[in-house]
């Protein structure tokens, strides 16, 4: 696998990457990321045709998506580790 090269955007890192005729796009924040794989479909060869099928639509739902992540990992970390269960630290005067 090698990198095809990226594609500049503010608030996320697009790597887009080529093995054989395979193509994947993954899309980074801080702290997830998601990969979409194109496969070998020959409109999606060039880093031209990915920058044209990334628009702002598929974009801004990669961002909602990433924020709908957010909260499921805050949720889940609220079932796993109730408040009750923190350990109070003792107060040292």
């Known amino acids: 696998m ?3 090269g ?3 955007h503010p608030l ?4 887009v990457f ?3 005729n395979r193509i994947s796009v993954k899309f980074e924040n801080a702290g997830y990321e998601q990969t979409f794989k194109l496969g070998a479909d020959e409109r999606y060869q060039t880093l031209e045709a990915i920058r044209q099928w990334a628009d702002e639509t598929l974009l801004t739902d990669i961002l909602a998506r990433m924020d709908d992540m957010h909260r499921s990992r805050i949720e889940a970390e609220k079932r796993a580790f109730p408040q009750a269960q923190l350990t109070e ?5």
């Not at 630290?89 to 005067?93: L, T, V, Y």
């Open 2 to 4: 090698r990198i095809l």
């Open 6 to 8: 990226t594609i500049p």
């Open 12 to 15: 996320l890192k697009i790597t």
């Open 18 to 20: 080529k093995m054989d």
């Open 89 to 93: 630290f003792e107060e040292i005067i």
